[in-house]
């Protein structure tokens, strides 16, 4: 695949899509190693230490898009997606995190940006995949394109996935990550907690077992029972290449 | 879709408000114009503006130019006293509006993304008559952003 850009990316945050009232974004992932460094030893020794990473991002002021939701400096944990285009399959990267700040910077030449810091919290960033193109928007229970995950074959450790909602209007909806060895017989892996009218924007982080089977294939689909009518939504799920402990 | 005539109507409306000008032209001039100040207003370049567009949208800026035509006609000394206080006048127009009634985001009045508003004076013939002219520099940055999307 060809060299790209950073064109045509989106950031999502605790289930609002603020990719158009951002400019520019930071990612990293840190591990703070323990030095272990023995006394016969020539070179240093480290082991693994805490995880940790961080989104930052500057926002532009739009007073009825980013402001009302970056404003409020939530104190409880959120969730942040940086997605690397809005294409199926496409590389994402979350973290549960605190955001730490909404700093106004209004410059003599009449610029007004935000500078925004996200830490993460519990758990550390994780690079995915994106399940959905972006923003998908479902008007009826859909069974979504299919993902074919690096091609690799199915793991045992687990995955983690990713749920931003960003609208619903059901009675109920329920969004469940699939997985298939053949992209043909289809089974649940994450199912994430319902969403109704009124329940969005909201987030949520769901976890498999960290021994459970992770198939080739990939994809979300959304059920519903009562009815729905438009639920719009974006998922990233991460499958763990390495036992994983959080 | 920005409407450029809207733009243009809004800063030629202004601009026969103020009384000033004997006529505004949406363009600049082929013949001679006659009247003791005339104004024309004109599209500049269109380009995109980085520090105004987010992850999946680009905004865009337009320059607007409204040129002012004072015939060099004696008394010369007060051709420039016409000259300036009427292209002042014209950039105090734009920042009584900066957004042009609605029709663009704003004006860049103070360059935050590059071209600021200014004016440059100098001399044009048109046909047998000498002017002293002025030209306002009116970035516009455009209201509306267009998506970025990748093919998949």
């Known amino acids: ?246 | 879709m920005v409407s450029y005539q809207v733009l243009r109507d809004t800063v030629e409306s202004h601009l026969l408000a103020t009384g000033l000008f004997a006529s505004v032209n949406g363009h600049q001039p082929l013949a001679a114009p006659s009247g003791p100040v005339t104004a024309s207003v004109w599209a500049g370049p269109i380009d995109t503006v980085r520090a105004a567009s987010g992850l999946s949208t680009v905004k865009l800026r337009l320059i607007l130019y409204v040129t002012l035509y004072v015939p060099l006609t004696d008394p010369l000394d007060e051709v420039e006293v016409l000259v300036v206080d009427d292209s002042v006048a014209v950039m105090e127009l734009v920042c009584g509006d900066f957004e042009l009634g609605g029709a663009a985001e704003m004006v860049d009045l103070l360059g935050a993304y590059g071209q600021q508003v200014g004016s440059q004076l100098g001399y044009v013939r048109i046909g047998d008559g000498d002017y002293r002219t002025s030209t306002v520099t009116i970035p516009v940055i455009l209201a509306e952003a267009s998506d970025v999307t990748e093919t998949p």
């Open chain 1, 1 to 246: 695949m060809a060299k790209q850009s950073g064109l045509g990316d989106a950031l999502y945050a605790a289930g609002y899509d603020l990719s158009g009232d951002s400019n520019s974004v930071e990612i990293s992932s840190t591990m703070d190693p323990i030095d272990v460094t023995g006394l016969p030893s020539s070179a240093m020794e480290r082991t693994d230490g805490h995880r940790d990473s961080k989104i930052g991002w500057k926002a532009f002021w739009n007073p009825t898009g980013a402001h009302p939701v970056l404003s409020a400096l939530p104190t409880a944990q959120t969730l942040a997606t940086y997605c690397r285009s809005t294409v199926l399959g496409a590389p994402a990267f979350s973290h549960c995190c605190k955001q730490l700040g909404y700093d106004p910077s209004r410059g003599s030449d009449g610029t007004l940006t935000m500078a925004v810091e996200t830490v993460g919290d519990q758990y550390a960033g994780e690079w995915g995949v994106q399940l959905t193109p972006g923003v998908r928007v479902d008007t009826a229970a859909t069974d979504g394109a299919t993902v074919d995950d690096i091609g690799a074959a199915g793991g045992s450790l687990g995955a983690q996935a990713y749920l931003h909602v960003m609208a619903c209007t059901a009675v109920d909806c329920t969004i469940t990550v699939q997985d298939s060895p053949d992209d043909s017989t289809w089974a649940d892996l994450i199912v994430f907690t319902p969403v109704a009218t009124g329940s969005a924007p909201t987030w949520e982080r769901a976890v498999t077992g960290p021994t459970e089977d992770v198939d080739r294939y990939l994809r979300v689909i959304t059920s519903t029972t009562g009815g729905m009518t438009s639920v719009s939504f974006a998922v990233m799920v991460v499958r763990n290449l390495t036992a994983t402990a959080f």
